[in-house]
Structure formats: C-alpha cells, structure tokens
C-alpha cells in the first residue's frame, strides 16, 4: 500500500499532492483514518495515477487538454486575477484539442461540434455518440490545499446537440453591430454578437459598468460551473435560475447598454454629450457580447425575437424610435443641433 500520494506537476498550479487528509481538521477524527490510509491504493495505482495526471497537463497539451481560466471572483487590489485550472478531455481521442473550445474561443466552440458531429458519424474515425467529454476545474486555495472545484461528464451525443442549440440561442438577437478598432492605425472592423464560450461568460459577468456605460468595476461573477451548466442545458437549470442570471445581467449591462444607444440613436456628433469614442474597444466588446448573452437566456426561457417582433411591445418600440428620429431632424434643423440629453 502507498504511505502516501506521490506529487503531481499540475501546469499552472505547481507541484500538488494527489491526494491529502490532514489530521488536524476535525473532521478527519469521525473514521480514525488520516492522509493515505483514509484512501487506500496500491503503489502502483498511485504512480499510474501521477503519471496519468501529469500527462494530461504537460506543457504541450497546453491549449489542448488544459488552460488557464479566470475565477468567479474579482482580483483584488495590486494583486493578479485569480486563475483556476481547467482540464478537459475525451478519453477515447485525447490529443482532440478541446479546452479553447469550452474557455477561450467561439469559433473553437462551433468547430468542436462539427468536428464531434464528424467523428460520430464518421467512417474512417468513428466514435460512439455515447462516449464522454471528461471536464475539470482545481483551485488552489493556499500552499498546500488544491480543490477540485467542478466535475463533469457528458456524452458526445449530448454535447453536440446542447452546442448547437447554444449557438442558435446566442443568435436570438437583433440585427446590430458595432465599429471596434483591433490595431491602433488600422480602421475599425463591424463586429455583431458572437457565440459565447462557458469562459467567456466567466469573464463577461465579472464586469460591472456605470456612468452610463463609460466606466466599469470587476465584482463575482457567474462561475464556470454556473456558466457550463447554462451552455449545457443541465436539468439543474430550472427558469428561476435562467431568470437570476438575467437580472444579474442586465444589473451589470444595461448602464453600457443604453449609453451606446443613446450614442447610435444620435447619429451625429455632440460637443457636449459622450460619442462612441469615449467607450473603450473593450467595452464595444462586452456589449455586444451582453446582447448575446441576454438574447442566449431569453431563448432558453422561450422568449425568441422572431416571435416577439410582432408584441405590442415591440411595435411600441419602432413607433418611439420613430419619434426620436423625427426629434433628431428638428433639432438639427432648429436647434443648431442641441439635442435634450436623452432620446425617448
């Protein structure tokens, strides 16, 4: 039997023990059994454990099986964002590189479901729709104590399907876009809401913006477990849930929301008022990607735009852009452009 759990290099978090029991918490006294006697294996296991680990997390499998991931919680003062690790896999193809998918990259998000579509289907690589995609989230919460914070384990067959009605849920929005300029000296590129990876809503819901948009602060977000559960449409995500997430959403991102739309329902410049200059690329950025994000929770509680573009609601809404564009002509006929400081 092991007498203890050998060390692991966990990419990002260092060298980290397996498996641990400490005899000073309080809790270990019910069973009389502390470190590896509480979890009993053979040598062998142990080694194949470590190695197992390590090569899962080796330095080129980085963007592979596993990455870096900001945390729910907000960096604090002088100090970096605390980062998790996230580490990912389908066992029966695990150099398929699938961690950009699920933290860093809507387009790796889209191609992953058309490439698990292909291996499932497939005649020359084939794949049982019933195989699993393994995910996994560590935390270091001090020198010696590593978590794992969120386990999950779904079917290629529910995968594919959850993505793709994902990816249909991020297009339940309006036609718009925005200018964002990429390199200083290159002219801005339109860009229009996106596919949201489970990453990115951690990242996108740690912002929180005031001043009418043109100012934001980090606060706790959604965590990635929240986040992959809401991509994956767990069974755990009852409409009370969805309807949380929504008003956290629109606490966060209406401020941004309405200061840029104020900004385009203008359409000309004003000495006194903000312009789209004064928002920052990257706030373009989590606008567009609020749209996506709201317009994702309203489709999973069945509130979809091609339905509700004949609501009173909606109709309302055209007839009063209607009178804010009328308003707009009058004031730059009459006024010498001055316009009130908000639009209906």
């Given at each position: ?171 339940n929005t309006p036609v ?159 006024r010498g452009g001055s ?6």
């Open positions: 039997m092991a007498s203890t759990f050998p060390k692991a290099r966990m990419g990002s978090l260092g060298p980290t023990v397996l498996f641990s029991r400490n005899e000073d918490i309080p809790s270990a006294h019910r069973y009389g059994v502390f470190d590896a006697a509480s979890m009993p294996v053979g040598t062998k296991i142990a080694s194949e454990l470590q190695a197992a680990v390590e090569e899962l997390v080796s330095s080129d499998r980085e963007q592979k099986t596993w990455t870096k991931i900001p945390s729910e919680k907000p960096k604090k003062k002088n100090k970096p964002s605390p980062l998790d690790l996230l580490v990912c896999y389908i066992p029966a193809v695990p150099d398929l590189e699938i961690v950009n998918a699920l933290a860093l990259s809507e387009a790796s998000f889209e191609a992953l479901g058309h490439r698990i579509a292909e291996l499932t289907t497939g005649t020359n690589t084939y794949i049982p729709a019933s195989e699993r995609i393994d995910v996994f989230i560590f935390r270091r919460i001090d020198k010696g104590n590593v978590k794992t914070i969120f386990s999950s384990s779904v079917t290629l067959a529910a995968f594919q399907a959850a993505a793709a009605l994902w990816q249909h849920a991020c297009r718009v876009s925005l200018l964002i300029p990429v390199k200083k000296g290159d002219a801005a590129i339109a860009y229009t809401p996106r596919t949201l990876t489970p990453g990115q809503i951690v990242r996108l819901t740690r912002q929180a913006y005031h001043h009418d948009g043109l100012e934001s602060y980090e606060a706790s977000g959604l965590s990635f477990a929240e986040s992959f559960s809401l991509v994956m449409r767990n069974q755990a995500n009852s409409e009370a849930t969805v309807r949380r997430i929504l008003r956290l959403a629109l606490a966060r991102f209406s401020p941004l929301l309405i200061g840029i739309g104020h900004v385009r329902s203008r359409q000309f410049k004003s000495p006194s008022k903000p312009d789209m200059e004064e928002f920052k690329p990257g706030s373009r950025r989590d606008a567009l990607d609020a749209i996506s994000l709201i317009g994702a929770l309203l489709f999973q509680l069945d509130i979809k735009i091609t339905k509700d573009m004949n609501t009173p609601a909606y109709l309302l809404g055209q007839l009063l852009a209607g009178a804010d564009l009328l308003h707009r002509g009058y004031c730059l006929d009459v316009l009130p400081p908000k639009l209906i």
